[in-house]
Structure formats: structure tokens, C-alpha cells
């Protein structure tokens, strides 16, 4: 609820401003499609994998503070539990690297920050990349738990809005690290 109340908070601000700048109508289109992606966002679990964890006063919680900033760039992780048994993934604590038999998988930061975040500047891109399941929309598969099969389901619409909702928050320079392929099954 707390997520949710600072991007209304935050939205509410956006539309009052809007209403006092006589803003045209194509502004006022964007700023709709902007929200509608913070909506998709939200609901979507975005933040579950793409916003650090931290401990909060009743337990795990998303950094706010690090929103969609993927998996925190100092953060060096020893090697995964081997899987055994029905386990066979592992997640750290912070709900933003997972291991398993697709190897080691990093969420990416999703901010606009130039060098480090995301890296599809239009719509189209990140439509292709949501409908093929490969980074930037043709390079390496993207990698567990993304479930980018879900969001292939969604309209056009839907896809650009999320696209722009990513591209209008605050950017967060963090270099997350790439990710590592399985080994080489054993012969």
C-alpha cells in the first residue's frame, strides 16, 4: 500500500500541475499513458524483483529510495545452494539476483539513467523486447523469473505505457552486473 500511495501521491501532484499549466491535449494524453503505466507497474510486481529489498519494521520490504534500480551494483554474491531435490532455484535476500538451471540472473536496472539503466529509448524497442523474450528486443534470451511470456499477453498500448512510465521516473546510476550462463551440463 505504500508503493501504491506514493505513486498517487506523486500522480496527483503531476495532474494538478497539468490543470494550472493549460497544458494541450497531447501533453495530457502523455501524462494519461505515464500513469496508466505506473498502474501496469504496480500491479504488474515490477518492484518485487526490479527495487532492492530492505528489512523494514514488518520484514522485507522494496527500497523505495532504489525504485526499479535492479540488483544493487556492490553487492558481490558467493555461489548459489547447489539445487537439491524439488528446489531448484535459489533468490537472494534483497529479491534481486536468482539462480538456477538457466544460471545466474540479475534484475536489470529499469531506470532512464543513461549509462546504466535501461537501454530501450523508444516504445517499439521494448515491445519487441517483451514480445520475443530478448534483451533489448534481439540480443540474449531474457532470463528467469522475468515473466516476460505474461507480458507478451498485453496490448501495444499497454507495453508503450509501462515504457513510459519507466522513462519518466528518476533515473539511479547503478551498474547491475550481467548475467552468468549455467555451466556446460557434465558428460
Known amino acids: 500500500m505504500k508503493i501504491l500511495s506514493r505513486v498517487a501521491a506523486g500522480m496527483a501532484v503531476g495532474w494538478a500541475l497539468i490543470a ?54 556492490g553487492m558481490m554474491l558467493p555461489e548459489p545452494p547447489a539445487p537439491k531435490g524439488p528446489w531448484i532455484w535459489s533468490g537472494a535476500a534483497t529479491n534481486t539476483a536468482f539462480a538456477g538451471p538457466w544460471g545466474i540472473s540479475y534484475s536489470p536496472n529499469l531506470t532512464p539513467d543513461p549509462e546504466t539503466g535501461i537501454a530501450l529509448p523508444t516504445a517499439e524497442r521494448f515491445i519487441q523486447a517483451m514480445r520475443s523474450g530478448r534483451h533489448l528486443g534481439s540480443g540474449r534470451e531474457i532470463l528467469p523469473p522475468m515473466p516476460w511470456p505474461n507480458l507478451a499477453q498485453m496490448t501495444d498500448q499497454d507495453l508503450a505505457a509501462i515504457h513510459a512510465y519507466l522513462r519518466s521516473i528518476p533515473p539511479i546510476r547503478n551498474a547491475v552486473p550481467d548475467s552468468v550462463p549455467a555451466p556446460p551440463p557434465a558428460k
Not at 494519461?32 to 520484514?59: Q, S, W
Request: with cysteine; glycine share 18%; aromatic share 4%.
Open 20 to 73: 494550472g499549466a493549460g497544458v494541450s491535449g497531447a501533453q495530457e494524453a502523455k501524462a494519461g499513458e505515464v500513469e496508466r503505466g505506473a498502474y501496469l507497474v504496480i500491479v504488474g510486481g515490477c518492484n518485487d524483483c526490479h527495487t532492492p529489498f530492505k528489512m523494514g519494521a514488518k520484514g522485507p520490504e522494496p527500497d523505495m529510495t532504489k525504485m526499479l534500480s535492479g540488483h544493487p551494483q
